[in-house]
């Protein structure tokens, strides 16, 4: 298996934000999505975790309410809200510009420049 | 501001007073929700073959010290400054407490500071900031006389009689003199500031007399003497200890006024 590539600064948030639109999540389950979706392949400090979730629910993008887990305990869910979502959009588009352009940057060749 | 800027805006109140209001209720659910984590992460370690007690401890490396996340989550919710401010607060009133006579200085300052600049507005409040307290403050106006040099001079009533006549600038004018004069009564004189006015200078800026009689024109121009006694006229400005003679404001019955005049000032009141 490949090393872990360490997560970008300043994009825990978003993918948060992605993890929760596909239902709703405790934090450890937030945690698993995320992996599961990257394949393994990202590092997420566990340690800054719980610090966005509350970051974002203050900002009023995800809201949590106390329900039972998988295993039968109690557990605090999260999930997004209206203004969540539109900023999840926004991010996405934003990361997907932001990407394109790195893309083709480093992807220019000598003629080219 | 559309309507998700608005909800994020509320809820970010909600969650702050939340946060302040009942901050042993949110750390309280923070610490449950790391321990759901670390017994979750613990489980899916012992099925991967790790010994209980060596995945809770490395489940609870992973997560960091509870300590830790708990100032972590208050930073994020903004508690951090009130929690700081806070602590300043209770440092600087320790401090305070533990040297009284720096303390005692400190407030004498600040006293003294904050009552001069106090005093000092309200003077620059009343006199420059605020309007005068009549109808269409705005348009009222006052002039004087100037002589040759540029310097204030005499207004005799005669001139403003004539000036009324003929005026068309303005709306109305009234009259209005300072006095200083001296209150003779049986126990000795005092010194009062008195000022006299026209009745039409009520009607003018619409603010009626609260106390004694408007000077009417056939009381005009008879001469530096001036004698309050039973005619009830004219408004005393000032009389020291005035407050132990309250009602013999501007209608002494009993006693004689004499007085100079100080000068005299007509205003206006412009219809345009």
Redesign the interface.
């Known amino acids: 298996m490949s090393k872990q590539l360490e997560l970008l600064q300043g994009t825990l948030d978003m993918l948060i934000l992605k993890a929760v639109s596909l239902g709703p999540l405790?934090?450890?389950g937030v945690l698993l999505r995320i992996q599961q979706i990257s394949g393994g392949q990202l590092e997420i400090q566990?340690?800054?975790l719980?610090?966005?979730l509350?970051?974002l629910?203050?900002?009023?993008?995800i809201t949590s309410e106390w329900g039972e887990?998988e295993?039968n305990?109690?557990?605090?869910f999260y999930r997004l809200?209206?203004?969540g979502r539109?900023k999840l959009q926004t991010e996405t588009d934003n990361w997907n510009r932001m990407a394109g352009v790195i893309g083709d940057i480093l992807s220019s060749k000598p003629e080219e420049a | 501001m559309s309507t998700?800027?608005n909800?994020?805006?509320?809820?970010?109140i909600r969650?702050?007073w939340k946060?302040l209001a009942h901050r042993s209720q949110m750390e309280s659910?923070?610490e449950?929700?790391?321990s759901?984590?670390v017994?979750?992460?613990a489980?899916d370690l012992v099925r991967q073959g790790v010994p209980l007690k060596e995945a809770l401890r490395r489940a609870k490396i992973?997560?960091?010290p509870a300590a830790?996340?708990k100032e972590?989550?208050r930073?994020?919710?903004?508690l951090r400054v009130w929690d700081d401010l806070r602590a300043d607060v209770r440092y600087a009133l320790r401090q305070l407490r533990r040297t009284p006579a720096f303390t005692a200085t400190v407030l004498l300052v600040l006293a003294l500071g904050i009552g001069a600049n106090a005093a000092m507005f309200s003077v620059i409040d009343a006199t420059l900031l605020r309007w005068l307290p009549y109808s269409r403050p705005g348009q009222l106006v006052q002039l004087t006389t100037v002589d040759e040099q540029g310097a204030p001079s005499w207004m005799f009533y005669p001139d403003l009689v004539e000036w009324r006549s003929q005026a068309k600038t303005f709306e109305s004018l009234a009259y209005y003199t300072d006095v200083e004069a001296f209150l003779e009564t049986e126990s000795g004189q005092q010194q009062v500031s008195r000022r006299e006015s026209e009745r039409q200078s009520f009607s003018s800026t619409g603010r009626p007399a609260k106390t004694g009689a408007g000077i009417s024109a056939g009381r005009r121009n008879r001469g530096q003497r001036v004698r309050g006694g039973t005619e009830r006229c004219g408004l005393a400005k000032h009389v020291p200890g005035g407050s132990q003679r309250g009602g013999q404001t501007g209608q002494a019955q009993r006693q004689t006024l004499y007085g100079s005049r100080r000068g005299a000032t007509a205003f206006y009141v412009s219809g345009q």
């Open positions: 405790h934090g450890y566990q340690g800054s719980y610090p966005a509350y970051r629910e203050h900002q009023g993008l887990s295993n305990r109690k557990a605090k809200t209206a203004p539109k | 998700s800027e909800m994020t805006i509320l809820a970010r969650s702050w946060a659910e923070l449950s929700e790391l759901f984590h017994e979750s992460y489980e992973e997560l960091g830790a996340q972590e989550v930073s994020s919710v903004g």
